[in-house]
T-cell receptor
């Protein structure tokens, strides 16, 4: 069965510090996709990144970077030089791709990030 | 603008009443989803639909019902059988190809009074 674990329930860091959000997943499939979403106080989830299981190359987008390691089933998210606007709940998610196309997206419980000024 | 619209943003319901949450998208997406969010529980999948006139139960479907008569619309009914309906409900849609990202509405906060 598929499962996403975000062990960090809540994190607080001072502005300009780097912070890493952990995500560990379980899947029986060899083809799957991983996602990160941001949920600001307004409530709407904002898509940040998608990674497929065949692409282990790390990605950097501005202050955001993602480290995907299949060997440890992890897809961690790092914010460099954090800013107050980064304060939000961050969700990691997994989508398996079954032959019958009955795929669905499963989310972790989220990590609430507080960036303190 | 293309996107997903959920209405209403806030909803109050008396115990024992059914209530329907609206979700409309104009992204031409085939797949639509309903999630429930509770504090500390993350997002839990209620129902999802990959195509019109077809839908599947998610992990917590009991006490909920859906319909998918049109591609653009995926309303969720919270029935009186749902024992603890107070929560934040999020609707999402995506292209049908496996692994595509989902786009979310702004959510509906349902409170039972």
């Amino acid at each position: 069965a598929q499962k996403v674990t975000q062990a960090q329930t809540e994190i607080s860091v001072v502005e300009k510090e780097d912070v890493t959000l952990d995500c560990v997943y379980e899947t029986r499939d060899t083809t799957y996709y991983l996602f990160w979403y941001k949920q600001p106080p307004s409530g709407e989830l904002v898509f940040l990144i998608r990674r497929n299981s065949f692409d282990e190359q790390n990605e950097i987008s501005g202050r955001y970077s993602w480290n995907f390691q299949k060997s440890t089933s992890s897809f961690n998210f790092t914010i460099t030089a954090s800013q107050v606007v980064d304060s939000a709940v961050y969700f990691c998610a997994l989508s398996e791709v079954f032959m019958n196309r009955d795929d669905k997206i499963i989310f972790g419980k989220g990590t609430r990030l507080h960036i303190l000024p | 603008d293309g996107g997903i619209t959920q209405s209403p943003k806030y909803l109050f319901r008396k115990e024992g009443q059914n209530v329907t949450l609206s979700c409309e998208q104009n992204l031409n997406h085939d797949a639509m989803y309903w999630y429930r969010q509770d504090p500390g529980q993350g997002l839990r999948l209620i129902y999802y639909s990959q195509i019109v006139n077809d839908f599947q139960k998610g992990d917590i479907a009991e006490g909920y019902s859906v319909s998918r008569e049109k591609k653009e619309s995926f309303p969720l009914t919270v029935t009186s059988a749902q024992k603890n309906p107070t929560a934040f409900y999020l609707c999402a849609s995506s292209r049908q190809e496996g692994g595509t990202e989902a786009f979310f509405g702004q959510g509906t906060r349902l409170t039972v009074v």
